[in-house]
């Protein structure tokens, strides 16, 4: 229900120009393959602020551009905005691609070699360096059962149980 909400959000500003700053995170525990799939959404034109402050001006978030180019810079970028930790260790991101829906940028994202999963430590700093009214909206989905946060700036770190 949630999720819904946020993606008729995304879909009802995208005819407009947002005045929301608003990122929403899908976490996915796949037990076969023991990984966590990670989708993250982010507005085109936010990632492209941000990116272009912290790593060159003149790029441009859109299919036009070096594609090759932009992986490199996005990745680098969520590498050091998103922290995950399963069980107190932390774990290494690995970048997949992104797709380009509506107004917003989808990034893929796996964490490999998770063969169980007792605690879930979140960080996602995502676009807070530059908006300070960011909101990361982090939704879960561990063994069935689904756990909703909305981290902001000054409160952008969550720890779940799932052993409970």
């Not at 879909?11 to 120009?17: D, E, M, R, V």
């Not at 107190?88 to 691609?97: A, F, M, P, V």
């Not at 063969?115 to 009214?133: G, H, K, R, V, Y």
């Not at 990361?136 to 779940?160: C, E, I, Y």
Request: net charge negative; glycine share 4%.
């Amino acid at each position: 229900m949630i999720l819904a909400s946020i993606t008729c959000l995304f879909l009802c500003t995208s005819f407009i120009a947002h005045k929301y700053y608003l990122s929403v995170t899908d976490i996915g525990y796949n037990k076969e393959e023991a990984s966590l799939q990670i989708i993250t959404r982010l507005f085109y034109d936010d990632l492209e602020d941000v990116l272009r402050e912290r790593y060159d001006e003149g790029l441009t978030v859109d299919a036009t551009s070096d594609q090759e180019e932009l992986d490199m810079y996005i990745k680098k970028y969520l590498k050091r905005k998103i922290k995950i930790a399963v069980n107190g260790e932390e774990k290494t991101l690995s970048y997949l691609g992104k797709e380009y829906e509506d107004d917003y940028v989808v990034c893929y994202i796996e964490i490999t070699d998770v063969p169980s999963i007792q605690t879930l430590e979140l960080e996602n700093t995502l676009l807070m360096d530059a908006f300070t009214e960011q909101k990361n909206m982090v939704h879960t989905d561990v063994l069935g059962r689904k756990k909703s946060l909305l981290l902001v700036d000054g409160n952008a770190k969550a720890v779940l149980n799932f052993s409970e």
